[in-house]
DNA sequence: GCATTACCTACCGTTCAAGTATGTTGGTCG
DNA sequence: CGACCAACATACTTGAACGGTAGGTAATGC
């Protein structure tokens, strides 16, 4: 419950994928050799980011993945909670988890919530086109 | 890596403890009830914060713990630090990590630093006192 | 000496991260 | 058509961590 390599990768992907933008499909496994990534495991994450617009695939020979929106429409919030999931950082705060018998008289809980707001905000306000310069 | 139960626990604790001040010292069986935490389990958490001066222990008949610090002076960073071990929200920016090999030209490092800046700033403005208003 | 309480060590079950291995499907090119 | 390439799918492995539990030892008060 924290950033894991899934998000990270992920977003290097999609920059990577920004920055050698060509017009055409890029194979992955040129993307895994310049950012030193597993191709097998970033391969797994990446239909997701399919699936929600971030990228096109195209299969077979010339085939490869090209960014499908401008790098400055892209949260770095809305690819992480993709990615990850969730951007909790306690378990008290992720909804699958069940709820804390102490919520209601916990001292901690205010804390816990106002980070959460701050993380958020933090990711929502960075978009991929920032993460270029 | 972010705050898991360990930390959570030992905030928890120490607040308590605070809250029940009677000049004496305070068992830990009435804490974990109060607090609904596993005895077993601060048990364990607690001799690193005797050890650093947070609390005194104890043992015997009347013993327990007693906090040593005015409220007001417990950073809540420090506290996590003590019992988690590490506050950064990527492994990338942990000492004990070997060095990422993509390090120099990472373009999504300085957004961890700038987040794990913001997360150790957040927490180190905290104290204990502030949790009991 | 007996109850109480902190402290220490070892173990356990579950979950997750991170990655590997192996194949299958879909598409291009010659 | 067939070779080849690249995305996609599934299964497995390895290691570490979390969140405990169990049992025992050491100190303290009555």
Redesign the pocket.
């Known amino acids: 419950m924290m950033i894991?390599?899934?998000g990270r990768y992920a977003l290097r992907v999609l920059i990577d994928l920004a920055e050698h933008e060509n017009g055409g499909y890029i194979?992955?496994?040129d993307v895994a050799k310049r950012q030193q990534i597993?191709l097998?495991?970033i391969?797994?994450i990446?239909?997701v980011l399919?699936k929600n617009g971030y990228v096109a695939?195209?299969?077979?020979?010339?085939?490869?993945?090209r960014l499908e929106k401008k790098p400055e429409s892209c949260s770095v919030g809305d690819i992480l909670r993709l990615t990850e999931g969730t951007l909790a950082p306690v378990?008290c705060l992720e909804c699958s988890q069940p709820a804390c018998p102490m919520q209601e008289n916990c001292r901690t809980l205010p804390m816990w919530k106002k980070l959460d707001e701050m993380i958020k905000n933090f990711f929502d306000s960075i978009t991929l086109g920032d993460l270029m310069k």
Chains 1, 2 share one sequence.
């Not at 695939?57 to 993945?65: E, I, N, R, S, V």
């Open positions: 894991s390599t899934r194979p992955l496994r597993s097998k495991y391969e797994r990446m239909p399919v695939a195209l299969h077979g020979k010339g085939g490869g993945y378990s």
